[in-house]
């Protein structure tokens, strides 16, 4: 069965420091999300991103962070200098539906460690 | 805004006992209603979604939720709880004009006693 993948599953890092946190959508969606989780808070949306573009992003979504999809394949997020409210379990999601009824799938998730 | 609050953070259950987990939502458009189940390591999976078709929804594994307007409520259930059942499950909702963001409850561990 076609699942999302996330990688690495754990990253640690220092404040101040870039950070690529990478995701593999499930091959024909068109649709990507992130979502974060910090330790005992809501799941919280982050940006949604559809034809080479952002759709909708949070005000959690600020300068800081960026999203891409280099290459067809892969989409990530960056976080410029991350901060050490940063840490959280990042989740990417995909689908291949718009509007209120998709089912997004979502992968295993990162977790980020800023020390 | 929408918004889900997830009544328990914590529920226990006998294995072969019901199983409830409590869901209420705030959302000013007719919503979309979902339950998400995280197991170990592992992605959010979709157990069930309610789209303004049958209030009773049923979805994987046996579970089932009832959407009540009413009470601004999307409780899941499941007659008989497995140990497999163990996990973390979220409630989440997404407003019903085409914005697909979803907005999510803080979760509820389900731990099943042998």
């Known amino acids: 069965e076609p699942e999302v993948t996330q990688t690495p599953s754990h990253q640690v890092t220092q404040m101040g420091q870039e950070v690529i946190l990478r995701c593999v959508p499930i091959?024909?969606?068109?649709?990507f999300y992130w979502y974060r989780q910090i330790l005992g808070q809501k799941v919280e949306f982050l940006v949604s991103?559809?034809?080479?573009?952002?759709?909708?992003k949070s005000e959690i979504f600020d300068d800081q962070f960026s999203v891409e999809r280099p290459d067809g394949s892969n989409f990530t997020l960056k976080i410029r200098s991350t901060k050490l409210e940063d840490s959280a379990m990042y989740f990417c999601?995909?689908?291949?539906?718009?509007?209120?009824?998709?089912?997004?799938?979502f992968g295993p998730g990162t977790r980020l460690t800023v020390l | 805004a929408q918004s889900v609050t997830q009544l328990d953070s914590h529920v226990s259950v006998s294995e072969g006992t019901p199983v409830l987990l409590r869901c209420n939502y705030s959302?000013?458009?007719?919503?979309?209603l979902f339950w998400y189940v995280q197991h170990p390591n592992k992605g959010l999976q979709l157990l069930l979604k309610?789209?303004?078709?049958?209030?009773l929804v049923k979805g994987i594994n046996g579970f089932e939720a009832e959407f009540k307007k009413s009470e601004t409520s999307f409780h899941l259930t499941k007659p008989s709880a497995h140990m497999s059942d163990a996990a973390e499950y979220f409630c989440?909702?997404?407003?019903?004009?085409?914005?697909?963001?979803?907005?999510f409850g803080t979760g509820t561990r389900l731990t099943i006693i042998p």
């Open positions: 999601a995909s689908s291949d539906n718009r509007g209120p009824y998709n089912e997004q799938f």
């Open positions: 091959s024909n969606h068109l649709y």
């Open positions: 989440a909702v997404s407003e019903n004009f085409g914005n697909e963001k979803l907005t």
């Open positions: 959302s000013s458009y007719s919503p979309s």
């Open positions: 991103f559809y034809n080479n573009e952002i759709s909708e």
């Open positions: 309610y789209t303004s078709a049958a209030t």
